[in-house]
Nanobody, 115 residues
Framework: QVQLVESGGGLVQPGGSLRLSCATSGFSFSRYAMSWYRQAPEKERELVAHITSAGDITNYDDSVKGRFTISRDNAENTVYLLMNSLKPEDTAVYFC????????WGQGTQVTVSS
């Protein structure tokens, strides 16, 4: 079955960096686009970044453009989110996600940006 396991979250000061990882299994990873979403307290889940199956095209929400980078390693079945210049408003639970007939989610990893 499809499994998505995020890691790499934590507490970081404003201006700091984190790299999130999402290890996947149960499907042909290299054939599918992948996405990162986030959900802040009392807010709806929102799309942060998206990457095509080959990794050649990426898209970002305007709020993270120029600061976040999504990438993937098809040999390792893993998708990453490098987050630089973090701001307090980036605080959220971050989820990786796959669309394959239905939407699959990982369990999420908490990112807290605070001094």
């Amino acid at each position: 079955q499809v499994q998505l396991v995020e890691s790499g979250g934590g507490l970081v000061q404003p201006g700091g960096s984190l790299r999130l990882s999402c290890a996947t299994s149960g499907f042909s990873f290299s054939r599918y686009a992948m996405s990162w979403y986030r959900q802040a307290p009392e807010k709806e889940r929102e799309l942060v970044a998206h990457i095509t199956s080959a990794g050649d095209i990426t898209n970002y929400d305007d709020s993270v453009k120029g600061r976040f980078t999504i990438s993937r390693d098809n040999a390792e079945n893993t998708v990453y989110l490098l987050m630089n210049s973090l701001k307090p408003e980036d605080t959220a639970v971050y989820f990786c996600s796959l669309w394959r007939l239905t939407r699959y989610w990982g369990q999420g990893t908490q990112v807290t940006v605070s001094s």
